[in-house]
């Protein structure tokens, strides 16, 4: 099976699709793309047809005629718009793609610092911003949904890097500050009234032997209950030890914590992972699943964390400490990215079932750096 997708990539290549071509008959879309957008960190997304095993590797530039740009940092669906954050040359653009086809339909420049992009309403996108110096507090910054221009400016912590929207009406913002001017808070915005009404400390009474305090928190997700989960990568010790890293699981409504520390668990030096999309869940909602020195799925409702003889997958893969994940919510299928060397334009996704497997060493070759999967429709 290695050789079918490299084959499929030189077949959909072969069409050669181009900007000039306005309906994209050449891409057998029936009308519109579904499958999975990758997102490489390298400048690039990746379209796959998981139904026919089929692969764009630069969707964007064979439809639009031009490239993204050097580095992708994020990208949010909601409904039948896309939102990717991009960098080039020092100057980040927010760049509006339709998914049906994906054309640009506009773009949003004018930003520097710029660490994430989430679309909540119809009406506003919010965009997390950082500032040139750690030491100072970040930004959320409401952006009109159709005039793209800024409303609003919303005070967060040090150095946002995360964000999460709750159906309804919250956006999650966790500031991971630095190793020097630390932060490790999660605020938690109203988005109907643009403020912040609470501060989440990742902190809480557990053994003497195992330090209760989370920080550097780089990923959320959100349960069937509507709890968030956050991935602490921690913070180097005096010694060079990764410590106060570990899970975090925030209550809905009271927003009462509980964290499991993976110092002494996983593995000696805390934490050993990308952190940022490197945490998801199942497409049911009851649990998650997590890379620390490989990956460990965890229920929702557990006390603690798995042991490091409990790892997901199998065979090969046990200890392969993949650069993010994702699951299919439609099929549960497993999307593993994995860098090669360091990071190449040979990169790969890993596919397993919805159990976990994948006998026949399944895997696609993608741009550089894979970091994240969106779903579509």
């Keep these: 099976m290695k050789g079918l997708y490299q084959i499929a990539v030189i077949l959909i290549v072969a069409l050669s699709i181009t900007s000039c071509n306005s309906d994209y008959s050449g891409l057998d879309t029936d009308k519109s793309l579904k499958g999975v957008f990758i997102m490489n960190q390298g400048g690039t997304v ?3 047809n998981d139904g026919k095993d089929t692969l764009a590797l630069d969707i964007y530039k064979d439809v639009n005629g031009s490239s993204l740009g050097d580095e992708l940092i994020a990208f949010s669906m909601r409904k039948d718009t896309g939102y990717i954050l991009t960098e080039a040359n020092g100057q980040q653009v927010i760049e509006v793609i339709d998914p049906k086809d994906f054309k640009s339909t506009g773009s949003i420049a004018g930003y520097t610092n710029l660490t994430d992009v989430t679309a909540v309403s119809d009406r506003f996108i919010y965009a997390s911003q950082g ?4 030491a100072n507090s970040g930004e959320v910054i409401v952006l009109d949904a159709t005039t793209h221009s800024s409303v609003a400016t919303i005070d967060v912590g040090k150095y946002p890097t995360r964000m999460l929207y709750a159906q309804g009406k919250k956006v999650y913002v966790a500031n991971s500050g630095s190793q020097d001017n630390q ?3 999660i605020m938690v915005i109203d988005i109907t009234k643009q403020v912040v009404t609470d501060t989440v400390y990742l902190e809480q009474e557990v053994d003497e032997l195992i330090g209760g305090k989370l920080k550097t928190p780089v990923e959320m997700v959100i349960d069937i209950n509507n ?4 991935l602490c990568k921690g913070v180097q010790n005096e010694s060079g030890k990764v410590v106060n890293a570990g899970l975090a699981k ?3 409504g009271s927003h009462a914590v509980t964290v499991f520390p993976f110092d002494g668990k996983e593995v000696e030096d805390g934490y050993i992972g990308n952190g940022r999309n ?3 869940r199942s497409s049911s909602g009851v649990y998650i699943f997590y890379i620390n020195n490989g990956t460990y799925q965890m229920s929702i409702g557990a006390s603690e964390l798995p042991s490091t003889d409990e790892k997901f997958f199998e065979g090969d893969y046990t200890d392969i400490v993949f650069d993010a994940i994702k699951i ?3 099929t549960g299928e497993y999307y593993c990215a994995l860098d090669i060397d360091g990071g190449s334009a040979n990169d790969k996704v890993y596919i397993f079932d919805r159990y976990g497997l994948n006998k026949d060493d399944e895997y696609i070759v993608v741009g550089e750096m894979p970091r994240d999967f969106v779903f579509y429709p």
Excluded: G, Q
């Excluded at 500032?131 to 750690?134: G, L, Q």
């Design 278 to 280: 490197c945490l998801a």
């Design 227 to 230: 709890d968030i989960w956050v």
């Design 328 to 330: 299919n919510p439609k």
């Design 46 to 48: 990746c379209y796959y």
């Design 183 to 185: 932060d490790s808070t």
């Design 250 to 252: 925030v209550s809905y």
């Design 131 to 134: 500032t040139e110096t750690d």
